[in-house]
């Protein structure tokens, strides 16, 4: 049970005091063991369900053997090397499909975020539940809802084909012919509706803490509104950016639900080479090699994201 | 150039609602078709209007035991994940301990890792073990992602708490257990609640890590996700036109409440 203090005890001496850090509380003499009773059963779940497969994970993907026989660690490094070599367009795919779509749900949340936050008025809550509402419906079903959209004899395609897109996303690779089913345009559109609630509601908690003050003041200093965003709305909003970048990103670079509802074999993304491995192929190490290698990739990006965007505390 | 200007002023609200556009379009297509009868068995071309798959929302074999046992592991999970990820909030915010760095870190990582990272890397746990996939393996995966959301959610309401009501409470000679359940508890419930409701939403709705470690057990997702192959009944589209009214119901009828509340009190 979490308890209180009556009356703030002296710290006791053995405990360096923390001048920075924002609980308030000071360590209790009595029940000194609780907070580790409180963690223990979270904790261990972790522990035992996330740390320890990924160990678990590593092991497998350094073995050698076979299903018959049973695997082995023999410290076979050669799996990483040749899982690279055969599925790095797979790995490249995947980080340039989430990058279009980490992109276009930016580019599309942000004007829905601010709206919410500055503009909506009385309408904000029920913009805000139609936000996430969406989530409530599975969604694989509204992802199979892109193949009618997409349809070769839909409305959207026979639009964009009148008006020439179709043509010039043709040259550029990213549909093929006068189809957008099947084609990366239609797996990265896929990508950035799943996961655009993810961007829009990171960014509309740090708009909605901006003053609108600010605004006003920077008006008042001959700023024109597109200055005003520049330089106040925006770099007040970069928490938003970030963690609305990550929470698209991560997600979309491990997805293997959209290139395979919405795409092809040319699609294939590196979530669906692991799925095919472990859960098809059934060849372990390969598997666990190649979501080794992703894990890694994603946690040094993201690492090197906030060293440069510079927002520590995320969570 | 009145309609220059007029445009100019409302660019974000037309770009803002375009995109509310674009989140909505997959939801009216859902409800639509669910009112499809479609010729083949896939059930992505308009044919004609029917209202039979409303009429018979469990026709289809195997659909509304999915339905049920996706039901039964998201409750199991929500009570098992909001339980645990409580405890571990209040921990947090109440109390200073060793290895605080640590236990941020491993909530946090969930959350960073791709689905697909944590589903594979279980797998690979249970096989080395011999567990039985089924029902218990996806409980305990599910348990397992849905905690950190639960200790965001929880923390956030526990820090903006005030230590001052609880300090009254105690003033006027509240046991520290009683503390705890008229003040801190009720105190802390939208957080909780908060919490549950995300949990019980992502582990309802989760494909990527149950596909993995499902043996044969199917959850409503597997069940779409099979059907997406061999052919997608109306039915379907039924459900999830079903759950997304609901969903807009129960939030529509809480916000109706919370404002008279708020209204009562000023």
């Not at chain 1, 960014?203 to 520049?230: C, K, N, W």
Request: glycine letters at 6%; hydrophobic letters at 50%; one cysteine or more.
């Amino acid at each position: 049970m979490a308890t209180l203090t009556e009356a703030p005890p002296p710290p006791p001496p053995a405990s360096p005091p923390a001048p920075s850090a924002p609980e308030k509380k000071p360590p209790r003499k009595r029940g000194r063991l609780t907070p580790y009773w409180l963690l223990l059963p979270g904790l261990l779940w972790l522990v035992v369900f996330f740390a320890l497969p990924m160990i678990y994970q590593a092991s497998t993907s350094v073995q050698t053997g076979s299903l018959e026989e049973g695997y082995k660690v023999t410290w076979h490094l050669a799996t990483y090397w040749d899982a690279l070599s055969e599925y790095w367009p797979q790995f490249l795919r995947s980080v340039l499909y989430a990058t279009a779509a980490t992109v276009l749900c930016l580019v599309l949340g942000y004007p829905l975020a601010y709206l919410i936050a500055f503009r909506a008025g009385r309408w904000r809550n029920l913009i805000m539940v139609l936000v996430i509402a969406p989530f409530f419906t599975s969604f694989l079903i509204r992802t199979l809802a892109w193949k009618t959209i997409l349809a070769d004899s839909g409305p959207v395609v026979s639009f964009l084909n009148t008006v020439h897109v179709l043509d010039v996303t043709d040259w550029l690779g990213w549909t093929s012919g006068d189809r957008v089913l099947a084609t990366p345009l239609a797996v990265v559109c896929g990508l950035t509706y799943n996961f655009l609630p993810f961007m829009i509601l990171p960014l509309y908690t740090s708009l909605e803490r901006i003053d609108v003050r600010l605004h006003e003041a920077a008006g008042d200093l001959y700023a024109t509104p597109l200055t005003t965003f520049r330089k106040v709305t925006f770099p007040l909003s970069m928490p938003g950016v970030v963690s609305g970048t990550l929470l698209t990103f991560i997600p979309a670079a491990g997805d293997y639900v959209n290139a395979e509802l919405l795409g092809s074999t040319d699609t294939r993304m590196i979530g669906n080479v692991i799925q095919t491995q472990f859960l098809r192929v059934l060849d372990y190490p390969t598997a666990a090699a190649l979501s080794f290698i992703l894990m890694a990739a994603i946690l040094l990006m993201v690492t090197l994201y906030i060293r440069r965007a510079g927002t520590e505390d995320l969570v | 150039m009145p309609v220059v200007n007029w445009l100019k002023r409302h660019l974000v609200v037309i770009a803002g609602l375009l995109t509310l556009g674009y989140l909505l379009l997959p939801n009216v297509v859902v409800t639509v078709f669910s009112f499809n009868k479609p010729k083949g068995r896939f059930n992505y071309e308009w044919q004609q209007f029917s209202t039979d798959a409303w009429k018979d929302p469990c026709g289809v074999a195997g659909m509304c035991d999915s339905l049920s046992i996706s039901l039964q592991i998201a409750i199991w999970a929500t009570i098992g994940a909001t339980l645990l990820g409580t405890m571990i909030a209040f921990a947090l915010v109440r109390y200073r301990f060793r290895a605080r760095g640590s236990v941020n870190s491993l909530i946090f990582l969930p959350m960073a890792m791709p689905e697909v990272v944590m589903a594979a890397s279980l797998l690979t746990l249970f096989l080395n073990l011999g567990a039985q996939l089924g029902f218990w393996t996806i409980l305990i995966a599910h348990i397992m992602f849905c905690l950190s959301f639960v200790v965001v959610a929880v923390k956030a309401r526990v820090l903006s708490m005030d230590p001052r009501l609880e300090q009254a409470a105690q003033d006027l000679y509240a046991g520290p257990a009683q503390t705890f359940l008229r003040v801190t508890l009720p105190i802390a419930a939208p957080g909780i609640a908060a919490g549950a409701m995300l949990a019980f939403a992502l582990s309802f709705d989760d494909f990527i890590i149950t596909n993995f470690n499902a043996g044969s057990t199917v959850t409503f997702p597997m069940f779409v996700w099979g059907s997406a192959q061999r052919g997608t009944p109306v039915q379907i589209n039924v459900i999830g036109t079903a759950m997304f009214l609901i969903a807009v119901l129960l939030v529509l009828t809480s916000m109706v409440i919370g404002n008279r509340r708020n209204r009562q009190k000023a």
